[in-house]
């Protein structure tokens, strides 16, 4: 850290108005056009400071009027005299940023972002699984929630004998291994990145308490980007790196600025989630609106070294992007000196009065001091109408399986009512066609008998009258055949109609 504030001290004023450029004659160069592109873009940083004593007091008005940004909105018309042609719509999702005024940019991006978000691929994402034996799981959200960050990780057992050794020794040999250990954080590559890391600052007495927190706030959302690429990547940064960081990060995205007090820690915290749900892979609310953020309040309560540690990695990606490389020069490289010289007062003051209140409230689902519950970082207040869709579509799912079961139930009470009048039916047939059986049976015998006593009768009768009449000898045979002839005839003649009553009746 020494080095570093040694490498970046402001330059003692050049006598007779001359600066350093103008004592040096190029004679020739060998330089690509890569290089000689970073070289004037870092003349125009360097040129495009604003006076943060005087804000502009020696700038022609005309540069005054030129929409700003960068760190502290110290840059202006970069895009426009310095960068390759193209090199903006490669870069930003902001179209041309150096002739858009400041105060349309965000309303341009929210309009961007409500046209971009796809309600389908929100709800596809709703319940990821994160357990690993899940067939249905997607792996690359389970490795993102079990990964363990840089700044999550604790110290090892060497690290912890050597705090015991530590104590036991003089005061001199614990200040001499406390500042061999400070050394021993950054590896040899972050040690030559700080090194060789420049930018030009305004004095930080200089800056009020507005500008301070719109410093932080920005970094905020930077280090929100940063921290959803890195856990999705798990730690090894690929070629879309930047395009992550650059995307889910409003500052880098849209060059936005931030101006407390009417912008405040939840604003920037509900605008990152909400680009969270919108651009990348993983589109998990409780991912994006809780581990994430959980995420950059433990690199905040990290301190100054963890925090840098993360926005060298953050110039690593960029210098190896080939459109996003000018980032390090607008902002991440006068963060990098900027978190090294504030002190850790400063950090700790933040970080408890502004970005852990905003996340317990969170937490805790209430509203603050004045009532406003918009300002919550649940779904209602990032503006896309997740409450609604959710309810719509899960309302729409009940109704269907509703619908259907009780189509199902009915269509099978209907069935059950045909089946039971169907038999009914057969049952009343069969009974109808037994009881007519037995009918018919039971007068066949009825007939039957009938007939018999009939016969019966009208024999005795006969055979009573003959021997009454005490002629019985002298009866002729023939005349008794022909009698029983008659006698049969009729009776069989009542027998019909007898039927034919008893038939009507049944019938």
């Not at 067939?135 to 690359?140: K, Q």
Request: net charge negative; glycine share 4%; charged share 25%.
């Amino acid at each position: 850290d020494l080095l570093s504030n040694l490498v970046n001290r402001t330059p003692a004023p050049v006598e007779l108005g001359l600066n350093a450029e103008a004592k040096i004659s190029v004679i020739a160069s060998e330089t690509n056009g890569e290089a000689e592109e970073e070289e004037e873009a870092s003349k125009a940083t360097e040129g495009n400071n604003i006076n943060t004593e005087g804000h502009g007091a020696n700038m022609d008005l005309k540069v005054c009027l030129k929409p700003h940004y960068g760190f502290l909105n110290m840059h202006h018309s970069v895009f426009t005299d310095y960068a390759r042609e193209g090199l903006s719509y490669d870069m930003l999702e902001i179209p041309s940023p150096d002739d858009t005024p400041s105060d349309n940019r965000r309303d341009m991006r929210l309009d961007v972002e409500i046209d971009k978000f796809d309600s389908e691929r929100y709800l596809a994402d709703l319940f990821l699984s994160d357990d690993p034996n899940d067939e249905c799981a997607d792996m690359i959200y389970v490795e993102a929630v079990r990964f363990m960050p840089h700044w999550a990780k604790k110290d090892s057992v060497d690290d912890l004998i050597g705090q015991m050794e530590q104590m036991n020794t003089k005061s001199t040999t614990r200040a001499s291994s406390s500042l061999s250990s400070q050394e021993n954080f950054f590896t040899e590559d972050e040690s030559q990145r700080l090194l060789s890391t420049k930018a030009q600052l305004p004095l930080i007495s200089k800056l009020n308490k507005e500008q301070t927190k719109s410093i932080f706030y920005s970094l905020v959302d930077i280090l929100y980007a940063y921290v959803y690429d890195h856990r999705t990547t798990m730690g090894d940064c690929t070629c879309e790196s930047s395009w992550t960081v650059v995307t889910l990060s409003p500052t880098l995205s849209w060059l936005e600025s931030y101006t407390p007090p009417y912008d405040t820690i939840t604003h920037v915290l509900r605008w990152s989630i909400r680009r969270a749900l919108i651009y990348p892979y993983l589109r998990t609310f409780d991912f994006v609106a809780g581990m994430l953020v959980k995420d950059v309040v433990d690199i905040f309560r990290g301190g100054r070294r963890i925090i840098l540690r993360c926005l060298l990695q953050i110039q690593q990606i960029m210098d190896g992007s080939e459109f996003h490389y000018l980032f390090n020069k607008l902002y991440i490289n006068p963060y990098i000196c900027w978190i090294q010289q504030i002190s850790e007062d400063d950090l700790v003051r933040f970080v408890e009065d502004d970005l852990i209140p905003s996340v317990n409230m969170r937490k805790n689902g209430g509203a603050n001091s004045q009532g406003d519950v918009s300002c919550l970082l649940d779904k209602s207040s990032l503006g896309l109408d997740l409450d609604i869709l959710e309810k719509c579509n899960f309302k729409g799912e009940d109704a269907s399986s509703s619908s259907s079961s009780s189509s199902s139930s009915s269509d099978t009470e209907d069935d059950d009512d045909d089946a039971d009048s169907d038999s009914s039916v057969e049952d009343t047939s069969d009974d109808n066609q037994c009881s007519g059986l037995n009918d018919e049976t039971q007068l066949n015998e009825q007939d039957r008998s009938l007939l018999v006593m009939e016969q019966k009768n009208s024999s005795n009768n006969l055979l009573d009258n003959q021997i009454g009449g005490g002629n019985i000898l002298s009866l002729d045979s023939n005349a008794l055949l022909d009698k029983r002839e008659e006698d049969t005839k009729a009776a069989t003649d009542r027998n019909g109609e007898t039927k034919k009553s008893l038939i009507t009746e049944i019938g």
